[in-house]
C-alpha cells in the first residue's frame, strides 16, 4: 500500500488521482486507432464532471487542453484542437488559496474568528456584555453543526477567550442556548365540510 504522499504530484489535482492515471495509460497504447478511441471516451468521463457544460465547445477545448497537460503533451492522437503550451497552460492552474485560517478551529469559521478580535478592541463594556451572549450562541451552533455532536459549554468559552486574548469575566459554568430552527413547521389539514351554506330568505 502506498501513501498520496509518496506518490507523484498531480498537475491537476481537480481530476483526481484516477484520472491521472487514466490520461498516463494512454501513452502506453501502441494502436493509434485505439489511443484515439480510449482519449475520447477519457474526454467524456472527464466531462461528466460538469455534465451542463460538457456539451460546450469552449469547454470542451478546455478538456482536450486539460488531458494534454496531465500527459505533458506527450500524448499522440487526433485531437479536435491543437496541443496547449505548457508554460501559459501549467500557470493558469493556480490552487485554491484557504481562507479559513486554523485547519484546529475550522469548524467555527473565520468570519466568527475575527468577529471575536473586533469585539475585544470595543471600548464600551457594556455593549461587549450584550453582544458575548449571541457570539458564544453562534460559536455553538457552528461546533455542533459541523461535528454533528454536542460540546460542553466551558470549551466555548474558552475558545472564546483564546480567540479574544484575554480573560473574560463571565461564569464559565453560564448554560449557552442554542435553538434549532431547521425543523419545519407542520402544516395543518381542515376535512372539508360536503355541506353548503344556504343563505336564508
Not at 455532536?149 to 442556548?177: C, G, H, S
Amino acid at each position: 500500500m502506498k501513501y498520496n504522499t509518496e506518490l507523484t504530484k498531480l498537475i491537476i489535482p481537480e481530476y483526481g488521482r484516477h484520472i491521472h492515471s487514466m490520461a498516463n495509460s494512454l501513452l502506453n497504447i501502441e494502436d493509434r486507432k485505439k489511443r484515439n478511441k480510449q482519449a475520447i471516451i477519457l474526454i467524456n468521463i472527464m466531462g461528466n464532471l460538469n455534465t451542463h457544460l460538457r456539451d460546450v465547445e469552449e469547454y470542451k477545448h478546455k478538456l482536450w487542453d486539460h488531458l494534454f497537460i496531465m500527459t505533458e503533451n506527450k500524448l499522440d492522437i487526433d485531437a479536435p484542437f491543437p496541443k496547449p503550451e505548457l508554460k501559459s497552460a501549467n500557470n493558469s492552474v493556480q490552487p485554491l488559496q484557504s481562507t479559513q485560517g486554523s485547519v484546529k478551529y475550522k469548524h467555527y469559521g473565520k468570519l466568527i474568528i475575527d468577529l471575536i478580535k473586533e469585539w475585544s478592541e470595543l471600548k464600551d463594556e457594556k455593549i461587549k456584555k450584550i453582544i458575548l451572549p449571541h457570539i458564544a450562541q453562534q460559536m455553538k451552533r457552528s461546533y455542533i453543526n459541523w461535528n454533528q455532536t454536542n460540546v460542553q459549554d466551558i470549551q466555548i468559552w474558552r475558545d472564546l477567550e483564546l480567540f479574544a486574548k484575554q480573560t473574560i469575566d463571565i461564569d464559565k459554568e453560564t448554560i449557552i442556548p442554542v435553538f434549532q430552527t431547521n425543523h419545519t413547521r407542520k402544516r395543518t389539514y381542515y376535512k372539508k365540510s360536503n355541506r353548503k351554506n344556504f343563505s336564508k330568505k
